[in-house]
């Protein structure tokens, strides 16, 4: 097992072919990605579950327990079901291409490996992953503001009850008694929520519509 340091995003190869191994991570490396290897599926699980790599480059046939079998694993566990895996490959029959994508693999790698197919499926898939998380977080939000939305409009039609009782007990009232100004203090600090709980309205219909135009 090797592992590699760098700036950047971080791959972990699974391949136990050394040649193939030291070519993808001297490629990977001067692309500007952060490399970690392993030469077995176990040890290349243990290295996904250490260091949360973005994504996975994995080896279809290897002894043991075969890439397909690892991807599957990977799948398996909740906190790593979401790192894509490109599955890199010899054979080209349509049968163990189409088990690897059954596995959940997102796209494949020829070997021998070609620096061009493999930088260019390695930034194809990262920047696929990147749009689907930029778009879950985007939704995550709206829903945020929609829940926030909906607080405000049911906590301003009791606030606007509040009030008017309050204004109905005034009206009835000499301002210099101690319950006046008791109430038309409550009456402020209940008038001052209201602007709040309608502000807030105003900015999360204004944010959820931007997201919806956007």
């Known amino acids: 097992m090797r592992t590699a340091i760098a700036d950047g995003t971080t791959i972990l190869v699974v391949d136990d072919d050394p040649v193939a191994v030291e070519s993808m991570v001297a490629l990977l490396e001067k692309s500007g990605y952060a490399v970690i290897s392993a030469m077995d599926g176990p040890s290349g699980l243990e290295m996904a579950r250490r260091h949360r790599p973005e994504l996975i480059l994995l080896d279809v046939l290897m002894p043991g327990m075969s890439g397909v079998e690892t991807c599957r694993a990977l799948l398996g566990e909740p906190a790593l079901t979401d790192i894509p895996v490109i599955f890199i490959t010899a054979s080209t029959s349509d049968g163990a291409l189409e088990e690897a994508a059954a596995a959940g ?110």
């Open 105 to 214: 693999g997102r796209d494949f790698v020829s070997k021998p490996i070609r620096r061009v197919e493999l930088l260019t499926r390695v930034g194809h898939i990262l920047e696929m992953q990147k749009a689907a998380l930029k778009l879950s977080e985007e939704q995550k939000l709206k829903e945020v503001l929609e829940t926030a939305g909906a607080v405000c409009h049911s906590l301003n039609q009791p606030l606007q009850y509040v009030l008017g009782a309050i204004q109905i007990l005034l009206m009835d009232m000499v301002p210099d008694d101690p319950v006046f100004r008791q109430l038309d203090t409550v009456r402020e600090k209940v008038e001052y929520m209201g602007k709040i709980t309608r502000k807030l309205a105003e900015i999360t219909r204004y944010r959820t519509q931007s997201q919806a135009g956007g």
